[in-house]
């Protein structure tokens, strides 16, 4: 059942673990549609509606055991087991990818930063030493990777996927402003920062917010 999620539930599934986890960790072990839906702005329907389409089960006037349910969403999102991340490119969006504290409490495990630029080459991010783009073939033979995170100027992304992918990466979280032509056995999530803000501004301009 969780092999066929939609689209809308699948975006909306990490905020389900987020909000589970914060319950959990406040010693908060069962809750009922109702209140998670008060929690999160949605409604009781869409929340069982969701928990059903991804596979989880809750007990009538018992609501959901909520390490139960953040566990088997963790299992349908895949996060429960470790997946090696590398970052390609180590200027100001990779350089803040790399020195997140976040993403390993998530089980995504940053191993290594590649860059081609001279002067950044073995300089040290945190805990990694920035690693030389040339060398990217040979550290892919010995360090198994599940996705790259793509952090180059606009030019040379496509010229990363491919050879990415030539090496045998196929996951990318893209940071390049630009729509890159992936194979039918890749995926992709992109982030354009450009775009969230050109949508935060038509929302403050049909708000009548600017002062």
Known sequence: MAGCLSEAVLRRLPRYYRYLSELEADHIMQISSKEL???MSLTASQIRQDINCCGGEGRQGFGYSVPQLRSHIGNVLGIQTQQNMIIIGAGNI????ALSDSFRT???????????????????????TVL???????????????????????????????RLHDLGVT?????????????????IVSVHLEEGLQILSYKIKENNQYL
């Open 37 to 39: 839906a008060q929690r």
């Open 94 to 97: 990779g350089s803040a990818v």
């Open 132 to 162: 030389d783009y040339m060398n990217l073939d040979e550290f892919l033979r010995h360090q198994p990777v599940h996705i790259a995170v793509l952090a180059v100027p606009f030019a040379s992304g496509q010229a990363v996927v491919d």
């Open 171 to 187: 996951a990318y979280w893209n940071f390049v402003p630009a729509d890159l032509c992936i194979p039918g056995d890749s995926t």
């Open 106 to 128: 998530s089980n995504f495990n940053t191993v290594a930063i590649f860059d081609n630029d001279p002067q950044k080459i073995g300089k040290k991010i945190g805990t990694l």
